[in-house]
């Protein structure tokens, strides 16, 4: 799964469209949120909300900045999926694209230290927005 978000977040640095760019990344980052969700096992299904950053918040409090950075940008990319047109610069659109990017860094990271855990190694998570 995380493969698939890192290959969006590629396919999302060749549109030319800064708005299309912005959506295609911000799609990569909900792919990273399912994959920390899936980590979490059973116990992210049975919360009630569907909004995956505040699943992820609630289940990986570790990536509380990352929930809290996405979510204040959930606005303008379900204006976009609408159709409608949200000022987005291409400077803005880059900048996300590489919190983007770090996300998905940092969710490999948990994936690796949750795998150590699960073996009985050490684990330490630095995780930061």
Request: include cysteine; hydrophobic fraction near 50%.
């Amino acid at each position: 799964m995380l493969q698939r978000a890192d290959r969006l977040l590629t396919c999302a640095a060749g549109e030319e469209s800064a708005p299309e760019r912005f959506r295609a990344a911000y799609v990569a980052a909900l792919r990273g949120a399912a994959v920390v969700l899936a980590a979490a096992g059973p116990a992210a299904a049975r919360k009630r909300t569907r909004n995956a950053w505040r699943l992820m918040a609630d289940i990986a409090p570790e990536f509380l900045m990352w929930s809290q950075y996405f979510a204040d940008h959930s606005e303008t990319r379900a204006a976009l999926e609408a159709g409608i047109s949200r000022p987005v610069t291409a400077a803005a659109a880059d900048e996300f694209y590489a919190r983007v990017g770090a996300f998905l860094h940092d969710v490999e990271d948990f994936l690796r230290d949750s795998a150590r855990s699960a073996s009985g190694g050490e684990a330490s998570r630095n995780i930061s927005a």
